[in-house]
């Protein structure tokens, strides 16, 4: 048996009756979770589609499709096909998150694609891999199954958080399938300060707690406080009502991400055994940013007010003199840059878009690249 699958099964077996009653203690089921996403993605304005996209081992991604284009329509038009641009979230997120920035990326007639990652939001929740390369591996494969059965031959890949994690990692193992790579406030990059630096950067409670919450997931107390559950995250984060005000004026994002994150926590389970104490990345992804392929155009977008480190668009220019790197700040702009400042962020990947190769010229480049790769 494979070492990952084996992996798999043992956290399976051993954590299976915790998650059994967890979900029943908190009042939320994934009809819960159905129609949190159907009133969050109520403002949409273009019209779009939903649905599972199968994948092996009989899991799906969950998907939402605007202006979607197959082979067959391809085939008939006159017009070079546009490049898709494929959004995806960040750790805890789903790709309702996106509402404010959709309509716009999708207006210019592009196809446009927000998915659920694996273990996230309507997606499936697998048993998560316990080791860090295995649970990276596990978020890449099911993007390219999912690109497989959509027939992308290429894309424009966007992630935010954890999504530009993945997003990274998949274009350093199927560079011939990214035309683009935009990095929204990614997470893992940088590693961890030595020990004196972060002594002095994390405060004696913030240790303490990290401690004590170490063996559980990170919003494992989201679901241990059950009906209480929904006041918490509202008082935790009441920042997220102010960043979709505009939009919203009730609980309708607040209410969304709770009922994503009280779920089975596959997607959670595999983010946490990709990190070490204080959510650094066991595999820092700026240690391998030098073998991305050289030919991808790659984007960094950061806010000016974010707390995460801000310097990883600069880092990255550096190591790529010879290929084409843009560090993008978004004035104003926190972590969730596209919500915070939507319309800045929009105008700045409908930027990032034009200038990307499509039709012939895109398969042309795929081409070019995908010499040896497969």
């Given at each position: ?29 994934p ?87 694996l ?85 004696l ?34 920042d ?25 926590p ?15 990345a ?39 003199p ?6 993008i ?15 800045d ?30």
């Amino acid at each position: 048996m494979d070492r990952a699958l084996q992996d798999c099964t043992v956290y399976r077996q051993r954590s299976s009756w915790i998650f059994s009653w967890l979900p029943s203690w908190c009042p939320s089921s994934p009809t819960h979770l159905k129609t949190a996403e159907d009133r969050i993605l109520h403002p949409l304005k273009l019209q779009f589609t939903r649905g599972h996209v199968p994948i092996s081992n009989g899991n799906y991604i969950w998907t939402l499709a605007f202006n979607e284009t197959h082979p067959s329509d391809q085939a008939c038009s006159n017009e070079d096909p546009q490049v898709p641009l494929v959004l995806l979230h960040g750790f805890g997120g789903g790709l309702g998150l996106w509402v404010k920035n959709l309509t716009t990326l999708a207006q210019t007639g592009r196809p446009v694609y927000a998915l659920d990652l694996l273990g996230f939001g309507r997606s499936s929740r697998p048993a998560a891999c316990v080791q860090a390369p295995e649970a990276e591996e596990q978020f890449v494969q099911s993007l390219e199954e999912w690109r497989e059965v959509l027939g992308l031959e290429v894309m424009i890949l966007l992630g935010h958080n954890l999504g530009g994690y993945v997003s990274a990692a998949y274009a350093l193992k199927y560079p011939h399938r990214v035309q683009q790579l935009v990095l929204v406030e990614p997470w893992g990059f940088t590693e961890r300060p030595d020990e004196e630096d972060l002594q002095c950067r994390i405060p004696l409670w913030i240790k303490a707690l990290g401690s004590a919450m170490n063996p559980f997931n990170p919003l494992a107390l989201l679901r241990l406080a059950g009906p209480l559950g929904p006041l918490l995250l509202q008082a935790l984060r009441s920042d997220f009502k102010q960043k979709y005000s505009s939009v919203f004026k009730d609980n309708t994002v607040p209410d969304y991400l709770y009922h994503l994150n009280v779920q089975t926590p596959s997607g959670e389970t595999a983010f946490k055994n990709m990190t070490i104490p204080y959510g650094w990345a066991q595999r820092p992804m700026m240690q391998r940013m030098e073998m991305i392929d050289p030919s991808i155009h790659i984007s960094v977008i950061c806010g000016s007010r974010s707390c995460i480190d801000g310097q990883s668009g600069r880092a990255i220019q550096e190591m790529r003199p010879n290929s084409q790197t843009d560090h993008i700040v978004i004035t104003g702009a926190g972590h969730y840059v596209f919500a915070d400042q939507s319309e800045d962020f929009n105008q700045a990947v409908l930027k990032i878009c034009s200038n990307v190769r499509d039709g012939e010229k895109a398969e042309e480049d795929r081409k070019e690249k995908s010499v040896g790769k497969e």
